[in-house]
């Protein structure tokens, strides 16, 4: 199992960046993707996640209207399109993989994510 996270870097505020997450080694459309993130000193968070189909997605309250989560089950990627980029969303950002059912609601919480990339950092400049 692999998740494969890519597309961060150094940006300035304002500006916008995506995120891709390949998956590999595990049946992509038997699960809900997830993004997170861990800013320096502080704690992981959640940020966003869709779900099996990309039909539903959530938010954390922060990243609403600017970011949007997405996936390709084709690719067997998810994407993390962010815009209006503000110097708090500096992190690493990590994809995540949750074995859900059709009917499985949203989850926030890390530990109901099974498989974790290795993380891209996202640096935003003033």
């Known amino acids: 199992v692999q998740l494969q996270a890519s597309g961060g870097g150094l940006v300035q505020a304002g500006a916008f960046l995506r995120l891709s997450c390949v998956a590999s080694?595990?049946?992509?459309?038997?699960?809900?993707m997830g993004w997170f993130r861990q800013a320096p000193g502080k704690e992981r968070e959640f940020v966003a996640t869709?779900?099996?189909?990309?039909?539903?997605?959530y938010y954390v309250d922060p990243v609403k209207g600017r970011f949007a989560i997405s996936r390709d089950n084709a690719k067997n990627t998810v994407y993390l399109q962010m815009g209006s980029l503000k110097p708090e969303d500096t992190a690493v950002y990590f994809c995540?993989?949750?074995?859900?059912?059709?009917?499985?609601?949203?989850?926030?919480?890390?530990?109901?994510?099974?498989?974790w990339g290795q993380g891209t950092l996202v640096t935003v400049s003033q």
């Open positions: 869709v779900n099996w189909s990309g039909g539903s997605t």
């Open positions: 080694g595990f049946t992509f459309n038997n699960y809900a």
């Open positions: 995540a993989a949750r074995w859900v059912t059709r009917y499985s609601p949203h989850s926030t919480h890390e530990g109901d994510y099974t498989y």
